[in-house]
């Protein structure tokens, strides 16, 4: 029986960003965290495979802040038991410090069959924890997956790339992480969610897991953010009206013509 | 961290490696070093000529008939072995999904940083890469630079235009490299849908949202698209949720760039407007005077897009009789 292990980031909830009207900054305090989105699929994914298969789902979360809300829900998806590692030298940490970290937790957990990871973060969206997980496991990776199965040590998937669609299969223990359209990750029932009060959630700090301080933060990092601002928007914003519709559409074809972007 | 020296460019889209070549020209010039690309594949040097036409002072040819197919394990083991043996300190690869992740693959190979889906890649003073890429659904843009070397960025097609191709000397050096066993075993190739495909290459867009009431209502938005010369796309909501389509332009779909975007009943989602924001000209056409696409828009069109789609259909057709 499978032993399915699920990268979970606390991300910042883009969906609730808001930009300062006036200065169209961006206003990111005070803005909830929440599980990244395709992590939650790879959550789905991992406890729909155990509902089929049998075995065990654990989560392993690498934070700077508290994130045991984030993993009680996923533990009331069906998770068996939350991983945290918490700890303040993880600020400023980029994909090659985290995925150092979630290396060594996912070796301190022991055994395992499978890592699911969403295919990438939905506030960074770099999609290089994955694959920087597996060199450093030193196990195959399946990117992009929309479909999976898993039988006798051999996970079979449905690789989405730009043009096309694969099916890719490789011996496990391996990593295959998920597209959104693989699953709608379920909504926990009121039954799950008191359940799940009942698991455990382990936390470490780095010591725990041996990795040294300069491994992670800004000094464990291979990229250092200068600079975080809003995009310039520069846009004309021009109102076309007219008295009817056959008005707007001329206004609107002469501009287009004029831009030299209709009827080359 | 001195002795890397070089900038480097690979992609297993040969028409984006000749646009990451005119990227990182530029680099190159500014740190004095060698512009190179890394040709893999199976009897492929014929291309090298090319390469060095469109701006590259050097062609590694790794040229190995079990390379022939573009293999991620096997890629990046050559591309591994080259580059620990030649230390470049820039390397540029083209931002596909399978780019994506030999780029982190190969920066975790190598120890070091790699910044994703570059928009612009600059040198600073003191010869280090400084990269702008947006992030959180397009609300922010990140400047950043490294902390080790070599420095890895990808980026995405279309973000350079190729140089124009001049006779030009170069060098072209063939490469041995002892190539690995693939983990992956390929089982299936199935296309998907031609709608769906390319929509980054149309250099017109016509996009339809959830104003769009029914599926066939699409059929005045390709009229349009099609008298144009562009094609059709849609949001999220419409593939997802509503099963209309089976892909979409946005942050976790496709990014497009055309000259022209229409927005057909399009709120303006800021998932959305990652996908669309670079488009040359935007007009949004929505009903609700607040929605949020006309912030981003260069003409902004409030009413019905059930009365003005046809009219503008019937519009061109006359202005387009007069040209």
């Known amino acids: 029986m499978p032993r399915i292990i699920v990268c979970l980031k606390q991300a910042i909830d883009v969906s609730q960003l808001k930009a300062d009207p006036s200065t169209r900054r961006l206003i990111t305090d005070g803005v909830s965290r929440k599980i990244s989105d395709f992590d939650k699929n790879a959550l789905e994914e991992a406890v729909r495979l155990k509902e089929k298969l049998g075995g065990e789902v654990i989560t392993v979360t690498a934070s700077v802040e508290d994130a045991k809300t984030s993993i009680r829900e996923a533990l009331a998806m069906g998770a068996d038991k939350g991983y945290l590692i918490i700890d303040e030298a993880l600020q400023n940490s980029d994909t090659l410090a985290t995925s150092t970290v979630l290396a060594e937790a996912v070796k301190k957990t022991g055994q395992f069959d499978l890592i699911l990871c969403g295919e990438a973060s939905i506030d960074g969206f770099s999609a290089q924890v994955g694959p920087r997980l597996a060199e450093l496991l030193k196990i195959p990776v399946i990117t992009y997956a929309r479909k999976i199965s898993f039988e006798d040590n051999i996970v079979t998937v449905e690789k989405v790339l730009e043009d096309r669609y694969e099916t890719v299969k490789t011996k496990t223990p391996a990593i295959v992480t998920v597209t959104k359209e693989i699953n709608e990750p379920r909504i926990p029932s009121l039954m799950a969610i008191m359940k799940a009060s009942k698991k455990e959630i382990v936390t470490w700090r780095l010591a725990d897991i041996g990795v040294l301080p300069e491994k992670v933060g800004e000094t464990g990092s291979g990229v250092k953010i200068v600079d975080v601002s809003a995009p310039k928007v520069e846009r004309k914003k021009v109102v076309i009206e007219g008295e009817n519709p056959a008005e707007i559409a001329e206004k609107l074809v002469k501009k287009l013509i004029q831009d030299g972007v209709v009827g080359r | 961290m001195s002795e890397h020296k070089g900038v480097w460019v690979f992609s297993e889209n040969y028409d984006l490696m000749l646009e990451l070549l005119a990227g990182g020209s530029p680099l190159a010039a500014n740190c004095k070093t060698e512009l190179a690309a890394v040709l893999i594949g199976s009897g492929v040097e014929s291309k090298a000529d090319d390469i060095i036409r469109h701006g590259s002072d050097k062609v590694f040819v790794v040229d190995n008939s079990c390379l022939k197919n573009f293999q991620i394990d096997t890629y990046l083991k050559a591309l591994t072995s080259l580059i620990t043996d030649n230390k470049p300190e820039i390397i540029l690869i083209g931002s596909t999904k399978n780019g994506k992740e030999l780029a982190s693959r190969l920066a975790a190979r190598l120890e070091t940083g790699c910044t994703p889906d ?206």
């Not at chain 2, 949202?209 to 349009?224: A, V």
């Not at chain 2, 789609?309 to 519009?315: G, R």
């Open chain 2, 118 to 323: 570059c928009s612009q890649l600059t040198i600073n003073k003191e010869g280090q890469l400084i990269t702008k890429r947006i992030v959180y659904s397009g609300n922010a843009v990140v400047t950043a630079t490294y902390r080790k070397k070599p420095q890895i960025a990808t980026v995405p097609l279309r973000t350079f235009e190729k140089l124009e191709p001049k006779e030009r000397s170069g060098k072209i050096m063939k490469v041995e490299v002892e190539v690995g066993e693939p983990k992956l075993e390929v089982v299936g190739v199935n296309r998907l849908e031609v709608a769906d495909v390319k929509i980054e290459e149309a250099r017109i867009v016509v996009c339809g949202g959830r104003g769009i009431e029914k599926k066939e209502d699409f059929k005045s938005l390709e009229e349009l698209a099609q008298l144009l010369g562009g094609q059709v796309s849609n949001t999220r909501p419409l593939a997802e949720d509503r099963k209309w389509f089976t892909g979409w332009v946005g942050l976790s779909g496709k990014k497009i760039k055309p000259t022209l975007y229409i927005g057909c009943g399009i709120s303006g989602m800021i998932q959305h407007v990652a996908g669309m924001r670079d488009s040359q000209i935007v007009v949004a056409l929505n009903k609700d005077p607040e929605a949020a696409i006309f912030e981003v828009a260069d003409y902004v069109i409030v009413g019905d897009l059930y009365e003005i789609v046809p009219a503008i259909v019937e519009a061109l057709k006359k202005e387009l009789k007069n040209i």
